[in-house]
């Protein structure tokens, strides 16, 4: 199946630095790539997502670049706030088309 | 957005007793629902797709016969951990994709999770 490695495993940043989060899938035939963030006890959020025919995308200070040839993705934040500090994962698609397989996560904290 | 709802958010049991979770998606029908499970600073690890009106398709090394799950409507999913031991307990979630399908269209969307203790 899916295997998506996911680095670093944490982040520590301060307050107004950028943060960067990278991903690598093993199926070529993925073809979405989400991002979810998760704060302690509570369900994951999506916060961006990435299809295959686009090689950007940008919300504010979140974008999110994606090198299908590499097959890596990565999740950027600029001008980092205290209440981004959470548990940031990547995601890809199974082969199967249906669930999606997620990195072992990144811990960003973000110190004023 | 669409909304999952999970119950019970939190569940405390005795070894060897069985344990049910549900997974409502309360406002638009879930063909397809995805059951997780999360340890502690752990990623999200699937353990199987729940598809109304047919077997679930499990994830290799979890245990159908001890995780159990119906997915008897659009809207109704549950997990039933059968038999549960104290290495079950976790936190499970579930989620679905108003398509089916986040490949195709659509995010997905989770339920809040339920905190399961066995002692």
């Known amino acids: 199946g899916e295997n998506v490695e996911q680095h670093p495993s944490t982040l520590s940043v301060q307050e107004g630095d950028s943060a960067v989060i990278k991903c690598t899938y093993s199926d070529s035939a993925s073809n979405y790539f989400p991002w979810y963030k998760q704060e302690l006890g509570k369900r994951p959020q999506l916060i961006i997502d990435?299809?295959?025919?686009?090689g950007e995308k940008k919300d504010q200070r979140i974008a999110v670049t994606l090198n299908k040839t590499a097959k890596h993705f990565s999740l950027h934040i600029t001008e980092t706030q205290p209440e981004d500090s959470a548990v940031y994962f990547c995601a890809a698609v199974t082969n199967s088309g249906y669930a999606l397989n997620f990195g072992k996560g990144t811990s960003l904290l973000v110190t004023p | 957005g669409a909304v999952v709802s999970q119950h019970p958010s939190r569940v405390i049991c005795k070894s060897g007793t069985s344990v049910k979770i549900e997974c409502r998606s309360l406002d638009f029908q879930a063909t397809t629902m995805f059951w997780y499970r999360q340890f502690p600073k752990k990623s999200l690890m699937l353990m199987a797709t729940s598809n109304e009106g047919s077997k679930a398709t499990y994830e290799q090394g979890v245990e159908k016969d001890k995780f159990l799950i119906n997915h008897a409507s659009l809207t109704l999913s549950t997990l039933t951990v059968t038999s549960a031991h104290p290495e079950d307990s976790s936190f499970y979630i579930c989620s679905a994709s108003m398509t089916g399908t986040p490949r195709i269209t659509g995010e997905l969307f989770f339920g809040e999770g339920s905190r399961l203790t066995v002692l």
């Open positions: 990435i299809r295959s025919n686009v």
